[in-house]
């Protein structure tokens, strides 16, 4: 069974800044999709950024960047100019490639402050 | 185009009681998934229906069901609730199923309190 980590339950930073956000994966499988998600107080989850797990290349959208290590089964997300929308809970999450169901972190709350 | 709606918003039940909640997919979307977030904590795989068959379970007792009608809309049926199962039940539609390229797309939720 696959499993994700968020080692970081809260973290905050100033406005324009930039931030990191940690997720480390364990599974056997060799091809799979790595996801981040945000979820505003309003609940409503938006994928932020995917990655494909047998591409190289680092995701981005945006002020969104992945930092995908696969040896290491690790997949951060750093957000550049933070702004205050970005005020959420921000969830790691996995599907193999199957993508029967999407295997979740337990959530980074992130604070972005003025 | 309309997102992903799931009905009602907001629900409180005695625990014994059953509940229905109900998602409608996005338009031309043919794959349901259902998840549970108990607050504070990340999303749990209920179940997944593709053209109207179970594609996959998560580990969740016989109490859930869930079914998808010809029109891909879904319903997720909680018997003997207890005060466990208060969570916010959310529903995903993606394309199809059984390819993890495609993306799910979230609703906003029913927020289920058992008393």
């Known amino acids: 069974a696959q499993t994700v980590t968020q080692s970081q339950p809260e973290m905050s930073v100033q406005e324009a800044e930039t931030v990191t956000l940690s997720c480390t994966y364990d599974?056997?499988?060799?091809?799979?999709?790595l996801f981040w998600y945000k979820q505003p107080p309003s609940r409503q989850m938006i994928l932020v950024i995917r990655?494909?797990?047998?591409?190289?290349q680092n995701a981005t959208e945006n002020r969104f960047s992945v930092n995908f290590q696969k040896a290491a089964k690790s997949f951060s997300l750093k957000i550049s100019d933070s702004q205050l929308g970005d005020t959420a809970m921000y969830f790691c999450?996995?599907?193999?490639?199957?993508?029967?169901?999407?295997?979740f972190g337990g959530g980074t709350r992130l604070m972005v402050k003025p | 185009d309309a997102g992903v709606t799931q009905s009602p918003t907001h629900l409180i039940k005695t625990r014994g009681q059953h509940v229905t909640l109900r998602c409608s997919p996005i338009?031309?979307?043919?794959?349901v998934s259902w998840y549970q977030q108990v607050l504070g904590q990340g999303p749990q795989f209920i179940f997944q229906y593709y053209e109207k068959e179970e594609r996959g379970r998560g580990n969740f007792p016989d109490r859930f069901s869930a079914r998808q009608f010809p029109n891909y809309s879904s319903e997720l049926n909680v018997n003997a609730l207890l005060l466990g199962d208060s969570a916010l039940y959310l529903c995903a539609s993606s394309l199809v199923a059984g390819e993890g390229s495609y993306e799910q797309y979230f609703g906003p939720g029913t927020r289920l309190t058992v008393t």
């Open positions: 990655q494909e797990a047998y591409k190289q």
């Open positions: 999450a996995f599907t193999d490639n199957a993508g029967n169901m999407l295997t």
């Open positions: 599974t056997s499988e060799s091809n799979y999709y």
């Open positions: 338009s031309g979307h043919k794959s």
